[in-house]
């Protein structure tokens, strides 16, 4: 059988559609779909540095905008070193900031950094990751400040988290993992090994419901985020 009718096939099978499906359109619809996550959810997006007491870097990790405040922030808890007192936080568009830990939890790997800078950006769906789902990731590659964009999909579940085969670099850890709906699913924690026979690292990743359960615990608290310290 012709590869590309086969692929054809497939497609219509997949899909579940009865009426004809060109390959090529499919793929151009899934590519601006591609696109189109990425420019809606980059703007959610910071790049979070942690500074040495002599002024140098000592960590560099992402972060992201995933509750309905004005200045929060989650990012991955070994992002924010226990003796860092200054966070400067990059954002997309070129300009940066200052930040500072609220609280974190070493067991989850969650933590919740205030920003000094006005956020108004509405609060982000969410949703269970599952086996199979394609998956997207934005994150920061080490000490460059350019926002990077990664696709794959979700290779296995574990208590708290999941596994996805979607690149990820040193500095991606704290970065927000997205549905092709946009959901949010989880965030980046960290290599998670390497596959069988391939060279490709898997991506350890925090699931949603571990994030919601630790910003509600804290919300329980201090209800009124803008009057953080």
């Not at 059988?1 to 619809?29: C, I, N, V, W």
């Not at 860092?84 to 070129?94: A, I, N, Q, T």
């Not at 900031?97 to 790997?109: M, N, W, Y």
């Amino acid at each position: 059988m012709d590869p590309y009718f086969k692929h054809y096939q497939m497609s219509r099978f997949r899909f579940g559609m009865d009426t004809e499906l060109d390959p090529q359109q499919l793929a151009l619809a899934t590519q601006t779909n591609d696109h189109n996550i990425c420019e809606k959810m980059s703007p959610y997006m910071v790049k979070i540095n942690t500074k040495n007491p002599d002024g140098s870097i000592a960590s560099c990790g992402s972060g992201f905008h995933a509750i309905n405040t004005k200045h929060a922030l989650v990012t991955s808890a070994h992002v924010v070193l226990p003796e860092s007192k200054e966070l400067l936080v990059y954002y997309p568009d070129g300009s940066r900031g200052q930040a500072k830990l609220i609280t974190k939890d070493r067991e989850t790997d969650v933590a919740l950094v205030k920003a000094d800078r006005y956020c108004n950006l509405p609060t982000l769906r969410s949703r269970t990751a599952s086996m199979g789902d394609t998956v997207y990731i934005l994150g920061f590659s080490g000490a460059s400040n350019d926002l990077n964009f990664t696709k794959g999909m979700v290779s296995s579940l574990h208590q708290g988290g999941f596994t996805t085969t979607a690149f990820a670099d040193n500095g991606f850890s704290g970065g927000p993992v997205f549905s092709i709906h946009m959901e949010l699913l989880g965030m980046v924690r960290g290599g998670a090994g390497y596959t069988q026979g391939l060279t490709n690292q898997q991506v350890s990743c925090v699931n949603v419901d571990t994030i919601n359960g630790f910003v509600g615990a804290l919300l329980n608290v201090l209800p009124d985020m803008d009057k953080w310290p």
